[in-house]
């Protein structure tokens, strides 16, 4: 089933925004994942994925099973909620790494374009406890995705990236929102030169999820100072109206006045300097 | 004009007023002048320290040189504004200067380590929690102090080594680097189809989240052996997990040759007695063997083994 999907972007040579809108699919063929905030005792049986909170005399018991893979909590708290939102894909198996890295097949960018783009990337599901009085805390992480990393740059100076490789969509397309998100990646050339890029790689503070009933997206800027160095920054704002942003796992820190100093950096940004191929 | 002209020297006359003694207005003036941009230097000097070696190294050892730092400039201070109220260091400096000599010279290790233990702390080859070599020893650097750094074996064996000896020795750290690549060498039958090893070896690789995707693993054949095509993998890993990595791909290349119907062969020997070598025979197995059959059908077997050395 196709539907418009209305986002905000900006494209062409000159930045302007404007409201465009998509014809996506709305996968309404796919089976989707209900996440939200839910009672504490709430149960899921979803796609292999089975999720529940027992009460057992004053004890809330929390388990959780994916295949072979279980989990077993018990949890002392005076009611409250459950929280199972979508989160970064940076913390299963271990949290090695603070950056996410997307491969596409290269875009050639012309000197001062701009362009929009859409590339999937994995997600993990956490599950969060709210307290009656609002303190909420992750008690589990589990993913349907199985994780791979790679290297980006070398290996003196480099990053480890969670890695993810992607198709690149002009449009939304459906998906599995329990196995991956979408990332709106608005791609500007600043530079005076042509520009290749084949990645992009995004810190985890930049990951800013939202989701509704059927995508889970984030949205990103990649602005190329020079062929072979890029700016990516983490973009605080739904790919269209109506979405939930996620429980994220950590606090963004305030920003000092003196650090964006560029008006590009800010600590949801990376510099990639070790080429955008 | 002439009023400013006889107010400096009116300001000149009181700072040369008498004091104490020879000591004059102007000299306490200069002497307390000096004492304050000392103190307030000092003060400036600690912090850069402090914040020049925070998360470099230990706390301890970061206060203990920004205070170290902070003296040694009250020293130069009080040193500076002696002369002003005629304090004669000489002799006292002759004197320190002699006990400072028989100081180094009874501490000359102490003092060496002590400057080995600042320059490491400034270049920075290891970190406390690497995992290092160093003279022969192999561990995890616990402690990193002001005279020597500590280390832990693998085995969980505390060992202290003098910063000097740190410092003139060759240092390995494994970790200093995000990734690091390890090798194996799997031999392979000659009647195995070495495209289909490297397909199922890069299969497993692919499918251990650790194995880096880039850069990419290797997988190539590497020698035709006397016993064996060998086979060289070259994996990237994180160094915090390479071991672990090493580890578990092993086994699961070798589970996973083992399934594919891929072999690892014994090493063999085929001894000829002086005599024509045996003719092909068509039946196979039970009638003598070329070393052409013998390589490709059945160095795995160890019974097909004892028969060609028969």
Redesign the interface.
């Not at chain 1, 199985?146 to 980006?152: M, Q």
């Not at chain 2, 880096?212 to 850069?215: A, I, R, T």
């Given at each position: 089933m196709n539907m418009a999907l209305k986002i905000l972007h900006s494209g062409g040579r000159k930045k302007e925004k404007e409201t465009v809108t998509y014809e996506h699919d709305n996968g309404s063929d796919l089976k989707q994942f209900g996440y939200g905030r839910f009672p504490i005792d709430y149960a899921v049986n979803f796609e292999g994925l089975t999720l529940a909170v027992d009460l057992d005399r004053g004890m809330y018991h929390y388990r959780r099973a994916l295949g072979d893979w279980k989990t077993d909590i018990n949890i002392s708290v005076n009611g409250g909620h459950m929280l199972i939102h979508p989160v970064e894909p940076l913390n299963l198996?271990?949290n090695?790494t603070d950056f996410m890295e997307i491969r596409f097949d290269p875009i050639k960018i012309e000197p001062s374009g701009i362009c929009v783009i859409f590339v999937t990337m994995p997600i993990e599901i956490g599950v969060f406890l709210e307290s009656p009085s609002g303190s909420t805390d992750v008690i589990d992480i589990v993913s349907y995705v199985?994780?791979?990393?790679?290297?980006?740059g070398g290996?003196?100076r480099?990053?480890?990236t969670r890695?993810n490789e992607s198709k690149v969509y002009y449009y939304p397309p459906a998906m599995k929102n329990y196995e991956a998100g979408l990332l709106k990646l608005e791609i500007e050339n600043r530079s005076d030169e042509w520009a290749t890029v084949g990645r992009a790689v995004i810190f985890q503070k930049g990951l800013f999820l939202y989701f509704d009933e059927n995508f889970v997206a984030a949205s990103a800027e990649m602005k190329i100072i020079s062929p072979d160095v890029a700016v990516v920054t983490g973009v605080d704002t739904p790919i269209r109206q109506g979405m939930t942003r996620s429980n994220r796992l950590f606090k963004s820190r305030k920003l000092s006045p003196f650090y964006n100093v560029t008006g590009m950096l800010n600590d949801t940004a990376y510099t990639m300097d070790m080429g955008l191929i | 004009m002439a009023d400013n002209t006889t107010a400096i020297l009116v300001g000149n006359s009181f700072l040369d007023t008498p004091l104490f003694g020879a000591i004059t207005y102007g000299n306490l003036l200069a002497a307390i002048l000096i004492l304050v941009g000392t103190y307030v230097v000092a003060k400036v000097l600690s912090v850069i320290v402090m914040r020049v070696l925070a998360g470099k190294v230990e706390v301890n050892n970061s206060t203990f040189l920004a205070k170290l730092v902070r003296w040694l400039t009250y020293f130069v201070g009080i040193v500076a504004a002696s002369p002003f109220l005629h304090i004669d260091f000489s002799g006292l400096i002759v004197a320190g200067g002699i006990l400072a000599f028989a100081i180094s010279f009874a501490s000359q290790s102490t003092l060496s380590n002590f400057v080995a233990g600042v320059l490491l702390m400034f270049e920075r080859p290891v970190g406390v929690g690497d995992n290092i070599s160093v003279n022969g020893t192999e561990g995890y650097v616990e402690d990193i102090g002001i005279l020597s750094t500590t280390i832990r074996t693998y085995s969980g064996i505390f060992v202290r080594i003098p910063n000097e000896s740190m410092f003139t020795s060759d240092i390995t750290n494994y970790v200093a680097?995000?990734?690091?690549r390890f090798d194996y060498d799997i031999g392979i039958r000659y009647s195995d189809d070495a495209d289909k090893a490297i397909k199922v070896i890069k299969g497993i690789i692919?499918?251990h989240?650790?194995a880096?995707?880039?850069?990419a693993p290797s997988v190539y054949v590497d020698e035709l052996g006397n016993n064996s095509i060998n086979l060289k993998v070259r994996i990237?890993a994180?160094s915090?997990?390479w071991w672990d990595v090493r580890t578990d791909l092993l086994w699961k290349i070798f589970q996973a040759l083992r399934k594919a119907d891929i072999d690892i062969p014994f090493p063999q020997l085929t001894l000829w007695y002086g005599q024509e070598p045996p003719k092909p025979a068509k039946t196979g197995k039970g009638s003598g063997f070329t070393p052409q059959e013998v390589l490709g059908k059945s160095e795995s077997s160890p019974e097909n083994a004892v028969k060609v050395i028969k």
């Open positions: 198996p271990d090695l199985y994780p791979k990393y790679s290297l980006y290996a003196n480099g990053v480890v890695f | 680097h995000i990734a690091r692919e499918k989240p650790y880096l995707k880039n850069p990237w994180p915090a997990f």
